[in-house]
């Protein structure tokens, strides 16, 4: 496997175990009933009922096993082992029908050989791929025809500024135009910063290197839309509005982008 890849696998097994005991995660709050879904995503997939749905990148499968909850046909592909064995758990254990299967997202197309109504990914996936390119042709591959493919994800301007806890405002560390692989080193895990995650490797991709590698594939884009609003606290300064979704005091910033594209 790719040095850089097997780096960024040693650290989501690690977190396979430290999400699924932290409170950002909500896992008990699942096994309760509640489906986990954003609402950016919720409104702008629509209605998934008697519809074939594959999430790319699916980590423990609470997101896909929601959209099973809402009728939908689901399968999870993801490359943590460890995530997918607690997906398959959480899936037997609460009898909602779901297929997980374990594979780096480049090498999907090997383990899986159909097609999909909608291809679903959201939130912190594309900064683990270092080839964005590849990532859009395979996820279309996945996509019917008459079918289309939705991404919600962290928008790249966030990236751009520091968010390390007691950082109080926004402070820009690299351009928008930053290629380079990112190196992160040992530190605390997002959804709970009393545990330690070791090094990964992480990439920064434009919103016009997305578009472009979506339209690239023939998928035809049906919209890119830009939120301020956030679905956690990306920064330590966020607040949570009423709207249970978190903001920068006068939202200066997009913090979400989705795109939703078709095959013809």
Known sequence: MDERLKANLDAWNQMAGIHAASREYRLAEFKAG???LKPIELREVGEVRGKSLLHLQCHFGLDTMSWA???ASVTG???SDRAIELARSISGELKIPARFLQANIYDAPDVLHEQFDIVFTSYGALCWLPDIKRW???AANFVKPGGFFYIAEFHPVTLMNDNRAGTTKLEQEISYFHTAMLEDPPG???SDPSKTVSETRQW???IGDVVSAIAATGLRIEFLHEFAECSYPHFPFMQQGADGMWHIEGDPIP????IKATKP
Request: no cysteine.
């Open 34 to 36: 509640e489906n986990v």
């Open 255 to 258: 913090t979400i982008f989705s």
């Open 188 to 190: 605390p895990d997002y």
């Open 204 to 206: 920064m991709y434009r």
């Open 77 to 79: 592909v993801d490359f």
């Open 69 to 71: 909850r809402l009728g």
């Open 136 to 138: 859009a042709e395979i």
